[in-house]
């Protein structure tokens, strides 16, 4: 005859087991025979996102029709008329041997990219430099770069 399966270890553990889902039942019971309604319980949070328990102050009425959904069409936006116009910076780093570098625009101190097919006269860092912004694959890019003399 065979050695019985339970070990006392085992024994123990579903002994704990049991326990604990009589307890887990007993506080159901006792949950559903006393509710505890304690009234509303709702939070609420402001723009910042802050909770409190306050509703927030009545906002401004939003017209339906002042609502835009989606992309506005090509024609309808707005062209960046900024692009035409020559800007001034400076070359902050240049890698001759790469071909490209960026330049500091002095008016928005946005760096933008220029590359070596963009340039009209050699450049190195720290140039003072005229250009114009086109649109490139990645975002603003530097054409016609001239140094200032």
Do not use: C, W
């Amino acid at each position: 005859m065979g050695k019985s399966q339970e070990t006392f270890g085992k024994k123990e553990r579903e002994k704990k087991k049991r326990k604990k889902k009589e307890e887990k039942a007993k506080r159901r019971e006792e949950r559903k025979a006393n509710p505890t309604d304690n009234g509303d319980n709702i939070t609420y949070v402001d723009k910042y996102g802050n909770f409190s328990d306050t509703p927030p102050p009545q906002a401004e009425a939003v017209d339906a029709d002042d609502i835009v959904l989606g992309v506005p069409k090509k024609e309808d936006r707005e062209e960046d008329e900024e692009m035409d116009i020559e800007r001034k910076g400076v070359v902050t780093f240049y890698n001759d041997s790469k071909g490209y570098g960026f330049i500091k625009d002095k008016g928005t101190q946005q760096s933008i990219f220029v590359h070596a097919k963009n340039l009209l006269e050699p450049i190195v860092e720290q140039n003072m430099v005229t250009f114009e912004i086109g649109k490139g694959d990645k975002g603003p890019v530097a054409l016609k770069v001239k140094v200032i003399r």
